[in-house]
C-alpha cells in the first residue's frame, strides 16, 4: 500500500481530506478512476470496510458510473451489509440493465433481476469437465477446479475467482467483465476463448 492508502486504512478517506485542507489549505480532488483503483486496492489487501468509504465518494463524483456503483455494491456485499450491497448494485442495472456484472453479484445476493441471460446451475459433476491446467495465449497459466459447487479460476498471482454458467459450456467472470467460453472435441474439454471488452484471446488445455 502506498502512504495515502496506509493513512486511509488507519484513520479513514474523511480523515485524510482533512489532513490535506490542514496542511495545504486547499482541498483534495479525486477522480472516478482514481478512487476506484484505490478501492480495488484496498479491498484486494483485506480491507473491504475502507473501500466502501472509498467507493462511495467515486459514487458522488460520477452518479452515472457503473463501475463506481459495481464496486461499492460488491464492497459492501463483503462486508456482509447485503441490503446495502442490493441497493448499490441495483443502481447499476438502472444505468445499463444489461450490465452482467451486477445481474450475477444480485443473483449471488438471493436477488433475480429481470434479464435475459439464463440461470444456470451445474452440479460437480458437470463442471469437473472443466478442470485442469490451460496455457492461456497472452502468456498465463490458468487452473480450474471445482470447490464448493462452483468452479474457480486462478493463476500466475491472480486471486481465485468463480466462473459463472450462463449458457452452453459458457462461463461469466465477473472480476474481467468477460465470457469464457469452452471448446469440446469428443465430449472433452480441450481449450476456452476470453471474449473481454476489448478483444479475444484463447487458451489450450495441457
Request: aromatic residues 8%; hydrophobic residues 40%.
Amino acid at each position: 500500500l502506498s502512504k495515502q492508502e496506509e493513512f486511509i486504512v488507519a484513520e479513514g478517506i474523511v480523515a485524510y481530506e482533512e489532513k490535506v485542507a490542514k496542511i495545504y489549505g486547499f482541498e483534495q480532488e479525486w477522480d472516478e478512476q482514481t478512487l476506484s483503483r484505490m478501492g480495488q486496492m484496498l479491498s484486494s489487501k483485506g480491507h473491504p470496510d475502507k473501500a466502501v468509504d472509498v467507493f462511495q465518494k467515486a459514487t458522488m463524483i460520477a452518479p452515472q458510473s457503473k463501475r463506481a456503483w459495481f464496486l461499492h455494491g460488491e464492497s459492501l456485499a463483503k462486508t456482509g451489509l447485503k441490503e446495502e450491497a442490493i441497493k448499490s448494485l441495483e443502481k447499476v442495472l438502472e444505468i445499463d440493465p444489461k450490465n452482467m456484472q451486477a445481474i450475477i453479484a444480485l443473483r449471488e445476493l438471493g436477488v433475480a433481476p429481470e434479464s435475459d441471460v439464463a440461470d444456470i446451475q451445474l452440479t460437480e459433476e458437470e463442471l469437473k469437465k472443466y478442470e485442469g491446467t490451460y496455457d492461456v495465449e497472452i502468456g498465463l497459466t490458468a487452473n480450474m477446479v471445482v470447490k464448493d459447487g462452483k468452479l474457480r479460476v486462478s493463476g500466475n498471482g491472480i486471486p481465485e475467482e468463480v466462473l459463472f454458467p450462463i449458457g452452453e459450456h459458457t462461463f461469466f467472470l465477473s472480476a474481467l467483465d468477460s465470457k469464457l467460453i469452452f471448446s469440446l472435441e469428443n465430449d472433452r474439454v480441450v481449450g476456452f476463448k476470453v471474449e473481454t471488452e476489448n478483444g479475444t484471446f484463447g487458451a489450450i488445455k495441457k
